[in-house]
């Protein structure tokens, strides 16, 4: 019998013989032998073992493979074999509030008993599955018999030095036709045959990616190719498991096929070589990777994308589930590579004068900072100067030497937080956190924004950032890449402000309103809340003029029963949510500004769901669905996990079906805006228009229009918003606004606090 340890972060309760079934014997260590520790860093660890004295290590939890092994992410190593020895999985105790663990956890577990009892043996990539083509002869044969193979699809994958077509070249692409086996081939073997005889084959075939907005992107720019029929194993997965960071190829490799990490030796490779040449991660240029270690891993890359794709593809059965598919990602994903393409436009000239104008801003701050008398004291009190990026003196110089009162909010260590939120509520006892806080905004925006976004624009003047349909549980988009234009600073105008449009063009935005409120009244069927809309005028007001059966008419609400509307309205945005009386009265007094209590939070939900009653049946019959089921289905067929509801924890369940509830409203209301940004855009190349859309931002769709077309524009654009996809009241399409904005993105704002020379 093999000799095994097992080893956990610190003593815990976990009965691992149990756990394993008591099927081996195994000595048992922990990194850490003091358990009331949180957090067990490595200088904590004291743990006393010789790893060559055993057959087999089983190390639970990220803490130990981290400590033995340079890999952080136990999730997808989780049951998989490490360095020869080393037999990573999940700890057990996050079943608790992780139910949906539970697969992995046996699953991982049933492959380490494989390991050790039965001496599972790992797949050998060998020639035959993964081999490289630099000959133009034979890459072009290779492509014929690609044509003429009897399987209706094949895989594609693209290796370049870059993460943008314009930032980068194509080394090569990796194509499989057959199940176990793909070939890399370098492009510089490329003749005109080869362009021809590819084109043959994408127009013939179905061509699979992994994460085709990426690939088709390189594809198209940099040789022009087209691809009819296009399938994507990422956006497939993400049917099946629509939780984000599950997607990657790496991850779905180890976890649905048998090749297992075949990453590893190019990745060691790369990690020696920018050691002995002194190169940063972000320095290393994938042209210098020879192409006899590239091969190896550039051909898995297709071969497992193609058996990914036959596994996947079973989940289009789902008739819900592959209209989401068809008519909403593979869109979508079409939608994307074009508008990221367009680019967001920038004004080169007014980023570089905000980028010095900040700079100035900064060290106003900074040396308004210094003038302050506390800081004096603080620095010869401790012999040395105060850096405000210390957290350490920080954290003396507000709680120890001004005695400042805690907010009660800690770091992961226990240690009281010094982040934006402690700051901005420490300013109300002295200026001092303030002055910090202003600092460390200013930073921000010139280091993360200006500083970051002037070097990645285009010769264009435009910078192409990325944007997904993956990255969220609702389907709503996420950006990413370059700038993350979902992110933008909200208390400064600055970064918006250099978005301009060119000369002869304007900026449309166009935002969708109480959209979310809209699509619950219909799936509620509440004929109540869909007169609301009928009704028009301001929708809050006609809102608390119902609930609150007021004596006047809707246009004089605001007027005279302020709190009232503000109370309405937070119920109002605040039940999707699943507010209850303490969040409602916290955000009415907020909102307000005069005290609205729990009581009286109580009162104005219950008159609330008295007036709009079938609401409240719908979602007590969709909560109780959620808690059942453990999963829902939104309008357009998405489908939501919940298994926390599982969870004996009432705090995570109940977690769980309030985001099963907002799910509905956020999901079909976000899939309303996609739709018509996609059916826009497929006008738009449709007509030859000059119309450019650059991003979607939450539920605004925001386009370069030139002058002539605006009109146009937005009555096309309105038009496939609001037409009616199943979910519309009669008469009253969702409402959407439109700003044709004249100078910047702002809105205006840039030029009153900065003035119209910059």
């Not at 192409?291 to 051909?299: Q, R, S, T, V």
């Not at 957290?391 to 009281?416: C, H, I």
């Not at 079909?668 to 000059?690: E, P, R």
Request: include cysteine.
């Amino acid at each position: 019998m093999p000799k095994v340890a097992l080893v956990e972060t610190k003593p815990s309760k976990t009965n691992f013989k149990r756990e394993f079934d008591d099927e081996f014997e195994f000595d048992q260590y922990q990194l850490c032998s003091d358990p009331t520790l949180k957090k067990v860093l490595k200088r904590d660890c004291d743990i006393q073992i010789n790893t060559d004295d055993y057959d087999w290590v089983i190390l639970v939890g990220s803490d130990a493979l981290k400590y033995f092994t340079p890999i952080n992410s136990i999730t997808e190593y989780s049951g998989k074999k490490v360095e020869e020895k080393f037999l990573p999985i999940i700890n057990p105790a996050m079943l608790a509030f992780k139910p949906e663990a539970q697969r992995t956890w046996d699953d991982s577990k049933q492959s380490i008993l494989e390991y050790i009892t039965d001496n599972k043996q790992d797949t050998v990539i060998t020639d035959y599955n993964a081999w490289g083509i630099q000959d133009t002869a034979e890459a072009n044969a290779f492509f014929q018999a690609a044509i003429d193979a009897p399987t209706p699809y094949v895989a594609l994958d693209s290796e370049t030095t870059g993460l943008y077509p314009r930032d980068g070249y194509m080394l090569g692409l990796s194509l499989s036709y057959e199940r176990d086996r793909g070939a890399y081939v370098d492009t510089e073997c490329f003749d005109e045959e080869s362009e021809r005889l590819l084109q043959e084959l994408f127009d013939k075939k179905i061509v699979v990616f992994h994460n085709a907005k990426f690939d088709m992107a390189f594809f198209e720019y940099h040789f022009n190719f087209k691809f009819p029929r296009f399938e994507d194993t990422m956006l497939l997965h993400y049917l099946i498991d629509e939780n984000p960071g599950t997607h990657g190829l790496k991850q779905l490799t180890m976890k649905y096929t048998p090749w297992g990490d075949y990453e590893k030796p190019m990745y060691d490779w790369i990690a020696d070589y920018r050691k002995q040449h002194g190169i940063l991660k972000n320095d290393f240029n994938w042209g210098d990777i020879p192409f006899d270690i590239m091969k190896l891993y550039a051909g898995m890359d297709a071969a497992c994308t193609f058996l990914l794709y036959e596994k996947f593809v079973k989940i289009k059965q789902n008739k819900r589930l592959c209209k989401v598919y068809d008519n909403i990602l593979i869109p979508g994903c079409r939608f994307l590579t074009d508008i990221q393409d367009n680019g967001v436009p920038f004004d080169q000239d007014r980023l570089v004068k905000s980028q010095a104008l900040m700079q100035d801003e900064i060290d106003a701050a900074v040396a308004e900072l210094y003038e302050h008398p506390a800081i004096s004291k603080f620095e010869q009190m401790n012999g040395k100067d105060f850096n405000p990026n210390s957290t350490m003196q920080l954290r003396s110089l507000l709680f120890d030497f001004l005695g400042l009162a805690p907010t009660g909010k800690k770091t992961g260590t226990g240690a009281n937080s010094t982040d934006a939120e402690v700051l901005e509520i420490l300013s109300e006892q002295s200026p001092v956190p303030g002055l910090i806080l202003s600092i460390r905004k200013k930073s921000k925006i010139k280091n993360t924004y200006l500083d970051k976004i002037i070097p990645q624009l285009d010769r264009d003047s435009r910078l192409r950032t990325g944007f997904n349909l993956h990255s969220t549980t609702s389907g709503r988009l996420s950006s990413s890449g370059k700038l993350n234009m979902q992110q933008l600073p909200r208390d400064n105008p600055i970064v918006k402000g250099c978005i301009k449009a060119a000369p002869g063009h304007k900026i449309v935005a166009m935002d969708l309103t109480t959209a979310e409120v809209y699509v619950a009244a219909i799936l509620a069927k509440d004929t109540a809340l869909m007169d609301v809309f009928k009704a028009g005028g301001n929708f809050h007001s006609q809102i608390a003029k119902r609930v609150f059966k007021l004596p006047c008419k809707a246009s004089e609400v605001a007027e005279l029963y302020g709190t009232k509307r503000q109370a309405a309205k937070a119920v109002t945005f605040g039940i999707m949510y699943g507010a209850g009386p303490k969040k409602i009265s916290e955000q009415v007094t907020k909102d307000s500004g005069s005290y609205f209590s729990p009581q009286e939070a109580t009162e104005v939900i219950n008159d609330y769901f008295e007036e709009f009653h079938k609401l409240k049946s719908w979602i007590e019959e969709n909560q109780k669905f959620i808690k059942q089921n453990g999963f829902i289905y939104s309008f357009f067929g998405r489908k939501r996990r919940l298994p926390n509801v599982a969870s004996t924890d009432s705090g995570i369940q109940s977690h769980s079906i309030r985001s099963g509830l907002n799910f509905l409203v956020q999901s079909a209301a976000s899939d309303i805006n996609l739709l018509g940004a996609i059916d826009m855009n497929a006008w738009i190349k449709s007509t030859g228009k000059k119309a450019r859309i650059f991003a979607l931002v939450h539920d605004s769709i925001l386009a370069e229009v030139p002058d002539g077309e605006v009109d146009e524009y937005m009555e096309q654009l309105a038009k496939y918003i609001q037409m009616d996809r199943g979910i519309s009241i009669p008469g009253v399409p969702v409402g959407c606004d439109f700003e044709i904005i004249h100078e910047d993105y702002s809105g205006g704002k840039f030029e009153k606090m900065y003035g119209s020379d910059l």
